[in-house]
């Protein structure tokens, strides 16, 4: 059984920068990719940002250069640090990892950016 536990979501003001955690934990062997996507009020989820085994990630347009996805495979998580944030960022953020072979999804931490 695998669980992932996000965290690090709340208010911020526009400009501001917020950093999201999800750790996995369970019987890992392996994980692929890890990724995360939003999905505010209205609109589908879509991908924000995902990064390979390898390190290799790629980004949404609309938060490149503003957004950085890494990766901790001892600790078996994955960050997502945003700065510059804007309304526009405002949704709920979701990891998605790939664990030998198998999609699980996080809970979801809900991110708010206004003034």
């Known amino acids: 059984q695998v669980q992932l536990v996000e965290s690090g979501g709340g208010l911020v003001q526009p400009g501001g920068s917020l950093r999201l955690s999800c750790a996995a934990s369970?019987?890992?062997?392996?994980?692929?990719?890890m990724g995360w996507y939003r999905q505010a009020p209205g609109k589908e989820r879509e991908l924000v940002a995902r990064?390979?085994?390898?390190?290799?990630?790629n980004y949404a347009d609309s938060v490149k250069g503003r957004f950085t996805i890494s990766r901790d495979n001892a600790e078996n998580t994955v960050y997502l640090q945003m700065n510059s944030l804007k309304p526009g960022d405002t949704a709920v953020y979701y990891c998605?990892?790939?664990?030998?072979?198998?999609?699980?999804w996080g809970q979801g931490t809900q991110v708010t950016v206004s003034s």
């Open positions: 998605r990892l790939v664990i030998s072979g198998y999609i699980y």
């Open positions: 369970g019987t890992i062997f392996s994980i692929n990719t």
């Open positions: 990064i390979t085994s390898g390190g290799g990630a």
